[in-house]
């Protein structure tokens, strides 16, 4: 069945360091791929997204690339911040006509030390 | 433009009654998925519905779990005979449909605890 990776579970870094978060999809016909940050507690928010299409995408700090051959995408912090504190999920999808079951990886709780 | 919203955002119950969440889609979405999170885990997908109609509830158990997304009102998820296994948190989330559907908007989440 559908399934996303994701990697590291947990990371930590100094302020100002960047971080890089990677995920892998095993549907071949997926064409979406959001990433949500969601802090203690709080409802999953969008932070950027990718389509298919795309190889690259950023987006002031955070930039995310998709390397369709491979199956695989990653989500790239830089300068970070202790704001920037939570836990990140990757996801990919099929959407097709209004359609889009969205299949989440496991998470990586990322931990900005000042 | 006010987002999507959940209520309760915390409800008990014991074992064997029946819970019942509500979700509010965004204004002008008709589309909306049900995800659960277990503690310290991802989302996982239970149903897609659009107004009055199930679209996708291959994520949804066959028993005890039903969801419906009437013509007026909020969508309901509803869990019958309640155990401990279902403490989760139970996010909604909706989109809009064509031509930007794929971006999905999630609700505060309501965090159900069985006793």
């Known amino acids: 069945g559908e399934n996303v990776e994701q990697h590291p579970s947990t990371l930590s870094v100094q302020e100002g360091d960047s971080a890089v978060i990677k995920c892998t999809y095993s549907d071949s016909a997926s064409n979406y791929f959001p990433w949500y940050k969601q802090e203690l507690g709080k409802r999953p928010q969008l932070i950027i997204d990718i389509r298919s299409n795309v190889g690259e995408k950023k987006d002031q700090r955070i930039a995310v690339t998709l390397n369709k051959t491979a199956k695989h995408f990653s989500l790239h912090i830089t300068e970070t911040q202790p704001e920037d504190s939570a836990v990140y999920f990757c996801?990919?999808?099929?959407?097709?006509?209004?359609?889009?079951?969205?299949?989440f990886g496991a998470g990586t709780r990322l931990a900005v030390h000042p | 433009n006010a987002g999507v919203m959940q209520n309760p955002r915390h409800l008990v119950r014991r074992r064997g009654q029946e819970a019942r969440l509500r979700c509010s889609p965004m204004?002008?979405?008709?589309?909306v998925y049900w995800y659960r999170q277990l503690p310290e885990e991802g989302l996982k997908f239970m149903v897609y519905?659009?107004?009055?109609?199930?679209?996708?509830e291959s994520g949804m158990p066959k028993e005890r779990f039903s969801a419906e997304f009437p013509k007026e009102g909020p969508s309901i998820l509803r869990i019958q005979q309640v155990v401990r296994g279902d403490s989760a948190a139970y996010f909604c989330?909706?989109?809009?449909?064509?031509?930007?559907?794929?971006?999905?908007?999630f609700g505060p989440g309501t965090r159900l605890l069985v006793l």
């Open positions: 996801a990919a999808s099929r959407f097709s006509g209004g359609y889009n079951k969205l299949i």
């Open positions: 204004k002008g979405h008709s589309h």
């Open positions: 519905l659009q107004k009055e109609n199930i679209i996708d």
């Open positions: 989330a909706s989109s809009p449909g064509q031509p930007r559907g794929e971006t999905q908007y």
